[in-house]
């Protein structure tokens, strides 16, 4: 038997990577299977048929494949349904189930609104630690205003002036500085059209939209993170990290708001269980109360509510992850929880 990370001999019919000390992603595919109950026979098998190496390969396909489901799962359980939502639910999702995260639309709320503050912080300190020595240089930043601006016109006229005089006054700060401007000073810009853009957000209705003047202001702001990230690092972590927490909550917030009244939590699907339960028990006949529970409507939309599938995701990732480095006592003991059901954080 051969276990992770010993060596693995070059026996005939084993693939191994150039110079036979590194075991290649065939080589762990073998490993794991040996280490399945009887895995050791059907390895040592496959590795003698002429298409052994096929289906070795086909078994190392199955981790991609786990990790593919859970994205898609995940990616269903936060309902996004426009366009631009689900855009943002794909970019997501793979990094939410890194990080693990499960539950209800409520708490995915919650979470997400409390990773925004204080991805939020720390954005700000990695602002205020900028030496007041680094600069960038204008001409970049210019060009990329001006392309802004050229999508406000069409064949020389101007199609909304407003969003065209927010670039310019932009233009205007920047070039004061000559060819090069501080950091702090990009940063104290950015901030100042961050909290304009940030009150239009506050005080717009749905039915008036953004105006495109406010959308100009939005894209400065963006071409300037991009341009303070690519020379700060930690800078561009809390921005990323801010990133997908803010876009959790856009899409759990529209999400929750077009459920309205239906979205009320799984505790009303629970709560008859624990009634029927206790009555059953004082009768003896707490199996039957439990049978009879999961027989019902309320079992099966249990198992559809967003804490349930983003659990068994995140499961299924971690099942995946398990697989892909040959962790296969953890991932049998994974798999036997996911058999004998999901039992923690099941609550909207």
Known sequence: MVFPGKKIENKKGFDVAPGGKVPGKLDIVFTALELYPGGGYVSSTLKKLPGGRVIAEAFGKIPDKFRAAAVKQYSEALGATTKELKSKTARIAPQLLDKGLTGG???????????????????????????????????????????????????????????????????????????????????????????????????????EGLSLAVEAKQGMVNTMRGILNSSNPKLATANKEFSTWANLNKIVSATLERKGSQSSGLTRFIGPILGAGSIGASTGNLTNAIVGYFATDAAIKLFQSTAYKTISAVSKNQLANYLASGQIKKAAILTAKLLNGIKNELSD
């Open 105 to 207: 639309l409520n708490k995915l709320e919650k979470v997400s609104a409390e990773g925004m503050e204080k991805s939020g912080q720390a954005i700000k300190l990695a602002e205020d630690s900028i030496s007041v020595f680094k600069q960038q240089a204008v001409k970049p930043i210019i060009e990329r205003a001006v392309k802004l601006k050229s999508s406000y016109i069409v064949n020389g006229k101007v199609l909304d002036n407003t969003a065209v005089k927010s670039i310019d006054n932009v233009i205007s700060s920047i070039t004061q500085f000559g060819h090069q401007i501080p950091e702090t000073q990009l940063v104290k810009i950015k901030r100042i059209l961050d909290k304009s853009v940030a009150l239009a957000n506050k005080n717009f209705t749905k039915e």
